[in-house]
């Protein structure tokens, strides 16, 4: 069955000195989750938002938040996230090794968050293979992660539509997310290749208008991947 594209703005593109309302203006206008980018400095070259922005967003906004960890330490700081109401935790599989990811999923579940993992563009989706069962998403990265504003790195689709066929033969259905350089252009390249979240910096949060923003690339993405499943004799990309 047909499940409409989900967006979700990332405020590491919005008015830090205004936050409050514009998460505001992004749930009014129909924000799926808010995708909340923690930068440690060590895995990406970048600092950014921590536990005390995710423990006000949880006061501010009833749309769900979705932590995006892009830290060197997942494994030690979960339990802060977690107890700073995070509804979706993200780790890196770069900085996870043998049973360590395994094990971080485990333990995002047992405090009954979703889970989802994230690989980088290099990042070969095989690494998924021993948890893609256990996963709520998978992030597929179309920038190099650690700054907003990059411009999406050209056959990205393609990660997507790998990670979809490996999901499909393990017989799992995580939602599919990309983020990086997501935009009128971009979006309907992903989502025809099976992406179901769809992250949107400057593409929206940069706008005028945050929530027409987001409608027109929802509509173009949902077009695109409507068109891919007609076209799929098996029903589609996922």
Not at 24 to 36: D, P, Q, S, T, Y
Not at 48 to 67: E, Q, Y
Not at 80 to 101: K, R
Request: proline share 6%; hydrophobic share 50%; aromatic share 4%.
């Amino acid at each position: 069955m047909f499940e409409p594209i989900v967006i979700a703005p990332s405020i590491l593109s919005a008015d830090f000195m205004d936050l409050g309302r514009d998460v505001a203006v992004l749930e009014e206008g129909g924000a799926g989750l808010i995708h909340v980018d923690v930068m440690d400095g060590h895995f990406v070259p970048n600092l950014s938002m921590g536990v005390p922005v995710v423990k006000a967003l949880k006061r501010r906004t009833r749309v769900p938040l979705d932590v995006h960890l892009m830290i060197d330490n997942p494994a030690r700081e979960l339990p802060w996230f977690i107890d700073a109401g995070a509804d979706m935790l993200t780790v890196h599989a770069e900085v996870l090794y043998g049973d360590e990811l395994a094990s971080c999923v485990e333990s995002i579940h047992e405090a009954g968050v979703r889970a989802c993992v994230a690989l980088k563009p290099r990042t070969a989706v095989e690494v998924l293979a021993p948890v893609i069962g256990m996963l709520d998403m998978v992030l597929v990265m179309s920038v190099e992660p650690g700054f907003s504003g990059q411009s999406y790195i050209a056959g990205s689709e393609q990660r997507v539509a790998a990670v979809a066929a490996m999901a499909r033969q393990a017989g799992a259905a995580p939602l599919i997310q990309v983020d990086g350089g997501i935009g009128l252009q971009t979006a309907p390249l992903v989502a025809a290749a099976g992406a179901d979240v769809l992250v949107c910096g400057n593409a929206v949060c940069a706008q005028d208008d945050p929530a027409a923003a987001m409608a027109r690339i929802a509509a173009a993405a949902d077009r695109a991947r409507e068109a891919a499943l007609r076209g799929c004799p098996e029903g589609g990309a996922r």
